[in-house]
């Protein structure tokens, strides 16, 4: 008596990148623990900074992978934006931070430590001022650098936004507030892209799966939070709980249409500016 072999479901892998801190690793608990699981897909993640992650992109690395906005005009033709997975500043953002206190006009008069000239860290602080002279330094150096007087002024992201005072630093701005007082937008900071060779399909259905994971961590705060905490870099729970609370709520599930307009002013006024030298399209996969 012959025995039928039980028919094989190809399982499809998806490249997953995003970088080590807290907030996104809150928004990709779900896939990354399997939580949230996708028929016929196995996501398998990597973790990168943000500077390394819009490089990568460039040659079209991952499948799909955080990227900051500024970096999105140089991937465009590889890649299509989420309508979810959004850091969004809300009057709030990157801030450039020294060990003593700076008045603008001095701070702009320094060589500044910047994360990466893909950032939109970056790009916000050229549109604050085009003259600025900057060094690139990796993000986790910037607050050591000017502890050891290093430099005097420095552009921080992530958890240093929470951690720059008890480190002994003072702000001198914030951008995303300087932005805000600009333009009446929040400052987009960062979003998730997909590679346009997947095809329309498996865009939408990997589209779906993260807003699913960040549902899912939304509603399972908790566990989500504590996975988190193994990226929070120093912060104690309610600190991280803060800092996850900033960049991952109702706007990363949905950057509405305020959120949209802000991504298209940030970029095409860099490009205005002659920062970008490529004039952004953008194309969203909802």
Not at 51 to 79: M, V
Request: proline share 6%; glycine share 10%.
């Amino acid at each position: 008596m012959s025995s039928h072999p039980s028919p094989v479901t190809e399982t499809r892998e998806i490249t997953v990148a995003h970088s080590p801190d807290s907030d996104d690793a809150f928004m990709f608990y779900g896939l990354a623990t399997n939580k949230v699981r996708v028929a016929g897909f196995k996501f398998s993640h990597t973790l990168c900074d943000i500077e390394t992650l819009n490089q990568r992109a460039k040659e079209e690395f991952f499948d799909l992978t955080a990227i900051s906005f500024h970096a999105y005009p140089y991937l465009q033709d590889k890649y299509a934006l989420l309508g979810c997975g959004g850091s969004v500043g809300e009057g709030y953002g990157p801030m450039i931070v020294s060990p003593r206190p700076l008045s603008l006009e001095e701070a702009a008069g320094r060589v500044i430590a910047v994360p990466g000239t893909l950032t939109t860290a970056y790009l916000a602080l050229k549109l604050w001022n085009p003259a600025v002279r900057t060094e690139v330094v990796p993000f986790d150096e910037i607050i050591p650098s000017l502890q050891r007087g290093d430099y005097e002024a420095g552009l921080i992201i992530h958890e240093g936004q929470l951690t720059y005072a008890r480190d002994g630093l003072q702000k001198i701005l914030d951008l995303g507030s300087w932005w805000q007082e600009e333009t009446g937008l929040p400052l987009p900071l960062g979003g998730n892209a997909i590679r346009r060779s997947l095809g329309p399909e498996v865009m939408s259905q990997v589209s779906r799966a993260l807003r699913d994971s960040i549902q899912y961590g939304l509603e399972h705060r908790e566990q989500a939070l504590e996975y988190a905490m193994q990226f929070a870099r120093d912060l104690d729970r309610s600190s991280a709980n803060r800092f996850v609370g900033m960049y991952v709520n109702e706007r990363t599930l949905d950057y509405g249409g305020d959120g949209r307009k802000a991504i298209e002013v940030l970029l095409r006024t860099g490009n205005e500016k002659g920062i970008i030298p490529i004039a952004p399209v953008l194309d969203w996969v909802d």
